[in-house]
């Protein structure tokens, strides 16, 4: 089983920056260095898009396009914690941010949801205009 708790959501303006984290508690078998994570988020009334995943195979990061060059995703394995740095926020990146591990690394794209078996509770993040 594996546990995603994330935290840093709030409400900001236009322009401002917010860095989220996702701490992992497991007893997967598995080093939390070995896990394969991701970031979706979810605004009202639409579905849960891809933000960003890093995957140990090359140790690459994706990132969807309407957060490239703004957004970045980190980890620190010594503390079992992602975070990601949001930069220049927009009001259209108004979303409940979630994180999600596949401590397995299956075979899934890195930007589907089908990939990630376990899911965070969410954290709000309000852009402001």
């Known amino acids: 089983q594996v546990q995603l708790v994330e935290s840093g959501g709030r409400l900001v303006q236009a322009g401002d920056s917010l860095r989220l984290s996702c701490t992992a508690s497991?007893?997967?078998?598995?080093?939390?260095?070995?896990?394969?994570m991701g970031w979706f988020r979810q605004a009202p009334g639409k579905e849960r898009d891809f933000v960003a995943a890093?995957?140990?195979?090359?140790?690459?990061?994706y990132y969807a396009d309407s957060v490239k060059g703004r957004f970045t995703l980190s980890r620190d394995n010594s503390k079992n914690t992602m975070y990601l740095q949001m930069n220049s926020l927009k009001p259209e990146d108004t979303a409940v941010y979630y994180c999600?591990?596949?401590?397995?690394?299956?075979?899934?794209?890195?930007?589907?949801?089908?990939?990630?078996?376990?899911w965070g509770q969410g954290t709000q993040v309000t852009v402001s205009s």
């Open positions: 890093y995957t140990w195979r090359g140790g690459t990061t």
């Open positions: 999600a591990a596949d401590p397995m690394g299956n075979s899934f794209l890195p930007s589907a949801r089908e990939k990630y078996p376990y």
């Open positions: 497991a007893d997967s078998g598995r080093p939390f260095s070995a896990f394969e």
